[in-house]
């Protein structure tokens, strides 16, 4: 362990205690310290024949980013490395492992944003009249319908759905209580679709305690993390994609919570409302719905306009 206000001795220990604080001080999720601790390693191997993190300069550290875009890594990739880099050399600035700061002039690539994929409301509608008929067994397609009833009904990232407490779901409640990223609670509504196939969820689950212990989670499953995986109900969504006739590439979980966002914001929800629902933190991040309708609405003058022809 480094002296109060000395550096650390190996750059490996610049990333561990920076991403300790990380997570204890700004309530990081886990998620967000696997990506800055990939960044931050990827960075640690180039600069190492310079001296590492305590000796790098400006040019160094823009050297290392001309080197990313040569590898021909998007401007999104290389713009999340330049910030990872920012917070380490700010954190260890403020610790006083660091005189200075080099990372305070660079400015990163300029960040394109691209419009989230989503559905239109009759593709969710044949997503979810397959979800109660797909699966091999009647506790798989009750927990199918389960699935992404609340899904559709929440917006929530798929991180929250598969891993909700089945406390959570007890008592037929109208709002659910969500802990989203850095450990924030929010209240989402349920809707009476989702409601009904909860209760029908419950009843197999409780009906399932007579032989088996009962989880702790909604969606339990036999794996490692005791429910259901990110990366399964991934492929689950393709599979319901291509029961409903609908091209599974353009259909994952996250598309289904645009989708969420999108409708509520063409049937006239405020914008506020839609950050708090889907747990955004800054605003900025709910207004790309915003860009969505307003392509719709631009697509719409050039294929219908008569003068567009």
Known sequence: M??????PATDADWIALYLDAAAAEQGAARNTLLAYGRDLRDAMGALAKGGGFASADRAA???YLVGLDAQGLAAAT?????????????????????????????????????????????????LLEAAPAHGRTEAERLRNQCLMQILYATGLRVTELVSLPVSALRGDPNMLLVLGKGGKERMVPLSPPARAAIAAWLTHLDAQEETEAQSPFAFPSRGKS???????????????????????AGVTPHTLRHAFATHLLQNGADLRAIQTLLGHADIATTEIYTHILDERLRQLVLEKHPLAR
Do not use: C
Request: aromatic residues 6%; hydrophobic residues 45%; positive net charge.
């Open 2 to 7: 480094a002296a109060p206000g000395a550096a």
């Open 61 to 63: 550290l823009e050297a």
């Open 78 to 126: 290389r713009a999340r490395r330049l910030s990872s880099l920012k917070q380490l050399y700010r954190f260890a600035h403020e610790e006083g492992w660091r005189a200075d700061n080099p990372t305070l002039q660079i400015i990163g690539p300029a960040r394109v944003r691209k419009l989230p994929g989503t559905l239109s409301m009759a593709e969710v509608d044949a």
């Open 226 to 248: 005791g429910h259901l995986t990110r990366v399964r109900f991934f492929t689950l969504i393709k599979e319901l994609a291509t029961k409903a006739g609908i091209d599974p």
